[in-house]
């Protein structure tokens, strides 16, 4: 198994595929936060907000990236929303914020708002399981409101958001103890819960310490799958990337190669029914090449490469050939733009 080393000191890029935002006057922030995936957010007369909500804390669930990509363009405040934990019952899975998430963040200019869910549905198909969970309005507004007159850059605002985790924590754990009565729906220990907690909120280097480790496991589990959506030719391998805040992040590439110095990085997207993936799809895949095209000091064993960014596009297909429709065409061309303008590249196959 390879292993590559890399740092990245900022970030420069510039969206392409931005989709148009919704956009929404403060008195439907509600209504926003339930039912977009990223809108446009009228704060007062001089000032609009990008937001981004998540559905949950893990990365992998829902195309966070994608929704995030989305407000990249907006020249002013870029705000995305996350759950510090989901408990979906003792039926479903329960996820945890993770460090890096807020520093991946950070590096992209992103403000944090750390949130829980205060209200959700009993699920109708599992006994256990509940769904539709919804975000503490009022705690979001508050901290909007907050915002609003906070001058430093997004560093300074998500490290206050990490030092107030355990307060968001334990109410998430009231809330979700709450949601259980209300119910009938068993959630999962809040011992572990609490033992979580305890970890995350002694200090940021035990949270960055713990999460690392979970993003550890997660890199050398990923490590052994293909997962649906990928189709992959070539070996995968483990990157870990360093910044100047501290942070870690513990990724993999689908497929890499060297060349001499360059040293491809291969991020794959695969679709079995259609000729293009999904457009979600392909931006959670732009997120990494906005990683690996501002990478420097990229190491193998100690050698250093040149790295060559590359998103993947590929297909099955069966008959004689493959037919674009006019949107996916419009895709695949915005999509090479935009490898064009930030320097990766683009395999379609």
Same mark, same amino acid.
């Given at each position: 198994m390879i292993n590559i080393h890399a740092f990245i000191r900022a970030i420069q890029y510039k969206p392409q595929m931005c989709r148009s935002l919704p956009v929404f006057s403060r008195t439907q922030f509600q209504e926003a936060l339930n039912t977009s995936t990223s809108f446009l957010l009228e704060w007062?007369? &001089? &000032?609009?907000?990008?937001? $981004? +909500?998540?559905?949950? +804390?893990?990365? &992998?669930?829902?195309? +966070?990236?994608?929704?995030?990509?989305?407000?990249?363009?907006?020249?002013?405040?870029? #705000? &995305? #929303?996350? +759950?510090?934990?989901k408990d979906e019952g003792i039926q479903g899975d329960r996820d945890f914020v993770q460090w890096d998430t807020i520093a991946l963040m950070t590096l992209l200019n992103v403000h944090v708002i750390l949130s829980y869910y205060s209200d959700a549905q009993k699920s109708s198909r599992y006994e256990g399981k509940i769904t539709a969970q919804k975000f503490d309005f009022q705690q979001v507004l508050q901290q909007m409101s907050d915002l609003e007159t906070f001058q430093s850059d997004a560093f300074h605002w998500n490290q206050l958001q990490v030092q107030n985790i355990e307060n968001l924590l334990i109410k998430a754990l009231d809330s979700h103890r709450d949601l259980s009565g209300r119910l009938g729906v068993r959630m999962h220990s809040e011992q572990t819960a609490y033992s979580r907690i305890k970890k995350i909120s002694s200090a940021n280097d035990a949270f960055m310490h713990s999460s690392r480790t979970a993003a550890e496991q997660a890199q050398a589990r990923e490590i052994q799958t293909v997962q649906p959506k990928e189709r992959v030719m070539g070996k995968k391998a483990k990157i870990t990337i360093k910044n100047y805040l501290g942070g870690e992040y513990f990724l993999t590439?689908?497929? !890499? $190669?060297?060349?001499?110095?360059?040293? $491809?990085?291969?991020?794959c997207k695969h679709t079995k029914k259609n000729g293009l993936p999904a457009e979600e799809d392909i931006k959670d895949g732009i997120v990494k090449m906005i990683l690996f095209s501002n990478l420097t000091d990229v190491k193998v064993s100690g050698l250093s490469y040149k790295p060559i960014p590359t998103l993947k596009l590929t297909h099955s297909t069966s008959g004689q050939g493959l037919s674009l429709s006019p949107h996916q065409a419009s895709l695949l061309e915005q999509v090479?733009?935009?490898?064009? #303008?930030?320097? !990766?590249?683009?395999?379609f196959s």
């Open positions: 007062n007369n &001089t &000032t609009k907000y990008a937001i $981004s +909500p998540w559905v949950s +804390p893990k990365r &992998t669930r829902s195309y +966070p990236y994608a929704r995030v990509y989305d407000t990249l363009g907006h020249q002013g405040k870029r #705000i &995305t #929303i996350i +759950p510090v934990i590439c689908d497929e !890499f $190669s060297i060349e001499g110095n360059e040293l $491809s990085l291969v991020e090479r733009r935009e490898a064009e #303008i930030n320097g !990766f590249r683009i395999i």
